[in-house]
């Protein structure tokens, strides 16, 4: 069974850098073709994906986000930490990190597992 | 960068058919999959790759991506289908270095 949580600030003050860390359970970050992506929901608006990272380390960011993101993960510990800078009151939201599907032995870009979020508001 | 278009609202009565649609251009080319996220919950994937269902997910749930839009349908919708649905595609530049995971505005469904 794969579970993820996601843990870090509940608040964090404005120009800040937040930091969240993902630990998850079930399958391991050093197997062929996984990977775990970063998405946010401001209240009340869309889901946008942030950040993802593959079993080989490859990286990819949102484009208007790149700049301040910076994703990385800790097989070991089975854990993968989204780093943002300059924190801004625009920046709150909730944060949830997500497995990337595997089906039948193939891989999928979209996300079956969800961690439960971690709300983080942004406020001096 | 690619941009999704869902309707922002969709009502239905019970036992009736809600269709949801989700608009990109050449959106056929891609591989579209849909979330449900309920009031306080994390999103749940209920179809993937235009139109497979996740283990669990009732056939009441089809997708289909013949073109511009592609469209979630609920038959025989129920009181527990209310609530708000996401579509989303991979996108890739041409060379393949720069991946984004694209997820459209969302779709608040109201059964009446």
């Known amino acids: 069974q794969i579970t993820l949580k996601e843990s870090g600030p509940t608040l964090v003050k404005p120009t800040q850098t937040l930091t969240l860390t993902c630990t998850f359970s079930g399958f391991s970050l050093s197997t062929s073709g996984v990977g775990v992506g970063w998405i946010r929901q401001p209240p009340g608006k869309a889901l946008e994906w942030l950040a993802f990272i593959y079993w080989d380390d490859d990286k990819h960011y949102i484009p208007s986000l790149k700049s301040r993101l910076t994703i990385t993960k800790d097989t070991s510990k089975n854990q993968v930490v989204l780093k943002m800078t300059k924190m801004d009151p625009v920046d709150t939201a909730t944060y949830y990190c997500?497995?990337?599907?595997?089906?039948?032995?193939?891989?999928?870009?979209?996300?079956?597992?969800w961690g439960q979020g971690t709300r983080v508001t942004v406020s001096s | 960068s690619y941009v999704l278009t869902q309707p922002p609202s969709v009502s239905v009565a019970p036992a009736q058919t809600a269709t949801i649609t989700c608009g990109g251009n050449n959106i056929e080319d891609k591989s579209v999959h849909w979330y449900q996220q309920k009031p306080g919950q994390a999103p749940a994937l209920v179809v993937y790759d235009d139109n497979d269902r996740p283990s669990g997910i009732p056939d009441r749930f089809t997708g289909s991506n013949f073109g511009n839009p592609a469209t979630l349908t609920i038959s025989r919708v129920e009181a527990g289908d209310e609530g708000d649905y996401y579509c989303?595609?991979?996108?890739?530049?041409?060379?393949?270095?720069?991946?984004?995971?694209?997820f459209g505005g969302g779709t608040r469904l109201t059964v009446l």
């Open positions: 997500a497995h990337r599907l595997w089906v039948s032995g193939q891989s999928i870009n979209a996300f079956d597992v």
């Open positions: 989303q595609v991979w996108d890739t530049s041409s060379d393949r270095r720069n991946e984004h995971w694209v």
